[in-house]
């Protein structure tokens, strides 16, 4: 019987696979018992699938079975795998006695809300603040020591002194130079660097909680004791002179560069390129790096954010006895910055890269703080403009018209207002069209239907948690906490706020922050290919403007 059934049915044959798997693993005793048995149900569970009242009996059938005869150990194991079998089988009729409704697309349920662990908070002996959150899935541990100094606080005539020194904290620390530094970091598995950016600088280390003390102490040394080797500085000098050379050819940056300058002027910190010119980068000195670190750097101006499989009860004894030298000095003293003038009527720059195959545009005027109170109202409105994929200009420029790879635009949210700026890089042969387009879906913002308004809100929502997946995201965005004194429960919060936001408020800061007289427009490309399409526009005054004029010449590589 076993033998034709083996041969004859293929069920039989898939049946007979499953039955000798079980066999070498449960050697029941009853050898002919089993065979008959586990033939049995798996017959019946596949040849009687149709038949529901059949299939609920065997399952009634096998769970008495099991339990009446549990002392029989293999029996047990042969039951148990047989009723994993017809359970999975039973739910699979129960799938196709529901056919599912496909003449829709099932209903969104609400979006999810985040849930962050509690934020925790200390002090050091030195009174170095310190943010925790613990994050015990994983072993490892991200820490960002935020310092309160940027490039916003250069001196007028040291643009890129910020930049230039947390460049150089990297290139050596304690007794270590350059490449043994690099060396001991790497051999731990671990990531420690500097970053300056506009109001803070962040020294970042990420380690394996394993090893965490050993990292510590290298963290301690960048923090503490930089070494800022002369030659490494004429390295780094090179490197930025090399790239300020390079920029000369990159449209995007030669935009990039004169819609800051346009907008705010070389006197705001928002104006002047972050990295520096050229004779501010051949102008610095070791002796300048220092006293710019020596007065920014102390625990009084930063904060120290930590998340990752630690508490602060061990953390705490650690970080005393590692960063109890560092001390504070005489009072700091504020920076204060000029407010930037906003843009009063649409002017249009263009800047002649001969022979481009594409032009660049930038349009845009001087934004919002981060504090605002719109702050929700304008993430909501900016995603149907064009924040995300299917965005208004997006949609427009890439998939409508096929103009561009892509079109956004964004706010700067900053400590003081930033800019607002709308973008994308068009073919040359489509920019005065492209223009058009852009200038339609700016004056159009101001209009928006229920379900744009529901898509940007569900799609701003759906996406936020993904911000915090790993212990490095999680720490950034506590820092974006700590810099603007947001509540502990902003993040736990945040889903329902934006989901609070209203079609009237959209409206409203639409009207508010998005005026299309008043912008400015910047374009690089070929001037004799896009001027005359662009003047047909009538958008505008015109101003030519070449690269010299907007980076200057070119430096000479080389030269003291």
Request: aromatic share 8%.
């Amino acid at each position: 019987m076993m033998l034709r059934l083996r041969y004859t049915s293929f069920r039989f044959a898939q049946h007979n696979v499953l039955r000798l798997r079980y066999t070498s693993w449960s050697l029941p005793r009853s050898w002919g018992f089993a065979q008959h048995n586990v033939l049995r149900r798996r017959y019946t569970s596949w040849s009687l699938l149709r038949s529901w009242s059949f299939a609920q009996h065997n399952v009634l059938r096998l769970r008495y079975t099991s339990w009446s005869l549990l002392r029989s150990w293999s029996f047990a194991q042969h039951c148990a795998a047989t009723l994993t079998i017809l359970s999975l089988l039973v739910v699979e009729a129960d799938v196709y006695a529901q056919k599912p409704d496909r003449s829709r697309p099932p209903e969104l349920g609400p979006p999810p809300t985040l849930q962050l662990p509690s934020i925790q908070r200390f002090q050091l002996s030195n009174g170095l603040a310190v943010v925790v959150m613990e994050k015990h899935q994983v072993p490892l541990v991200q820490m960002n020591l935020m310092v309160n100094a940027g490039t916003a606080m250069d001196p007028a005539d040291q643009r890129g002194l910020s930049s230039m020194t947390a460049a150089m904290m990297e290139e050596g620390a304690g007794t270590r130079n350059a490449l043994d530094f690099a060396d001991a970091v790497d051999f731990l598995g671990a990531n420690l660097s500097v970053n300056s950016g506009m109001h803070t600088t962040t020294v970042s280390l990420f380690t394996p909680l394993s090893k965490l003390d050993t990292a510590l102490a290298l963290f301690a040394d960048v923090v503490l004791r930089p070494r800022f080797p002369a030659e490494e500085l004429e390295r780094s000098r090179t490197e930025r002179l090399t790239t300020l050379l390079q920029w000369h050819d990159e449209p995007r940056v030669i935009g990039s560069t004169l819609f800051n300058r346009i907008l705010f002027g070389m006197a705001h910190p928002y104006g002047p390129p972050t990295m520096g010119n050229e004779q501010t980068l051949r102008g610095f000195t070791v002796d300048q790096l220092r006293q710019f670190y020596q007065s920014q750097f102390r625990p009084d101006n930063a904060t120290l954010i930590i998340v990752g499989d630690v508490t602060p009860s061990e953390l705490k004894p650690k970080l005393d006895a590692l960063l109890a030298s560092w001390k504070s000095g005489a009072p700091l003293v504020k920076p204060t910055w000029p407010a930037a003038k906003q843009v009063e009527a649409r002017k249009i720059s263009i800047v002649d890269k001969p022979g481009a195959a594409q032009s660049v545009i930038r349009i845009g005027r001087i934004g919002v703080a981060r504090t605002t109170e719109d702050y929700y109202a304008i993430t909501v409105m900016n995603t149907i403009l064009g924040a995300s994929f299917t965005s208004r200009l997006n949609n427009n420029l890439r998939e409508v018209h096929g103009y561009s790879y892509g079109a956004n635009s964004r706010f700067n949210f900053m400590p003081i207002p930033g800019a607002f700026i709308a973008a994308s890089d068009v073919q040359t042969d489509v920019t005065d069209k492209a223009l058009h387009e852009f200038m339609k879906e700016l004056r159009n913002i101001s209009t928006v239907s229920d379900e744009e308004l529901t898509r940007a809100k569900n799609y701003v929502a759906l996406s936020y948690p993904s911000d915090f997946q790993s212990v490095g995201q999680i720490a950034g965005s506590l820092g974006e906490l700590v810099m603007y004194s947001l509540p502990d429960d902003y993040f736990n919060n945040y889903t329902k706020n934006i989901l609070a936001v209203s079609k009237d408020d959209v409206v409203r800061v639409a009207k508010k922050y998005v005026d299309p007289e008043k912008i400015a427009i910047i374009i690089v490309g070929d001037r004799k290919k896009i001027e005359k399409g662009i003047a047909d526009l009538k958008l505008g005054p015109i101003e030519n403007l070449s690269i010299e004029d907007v980076l200057g010449k070119p430096p000479v590589i080389g030269k003291k």
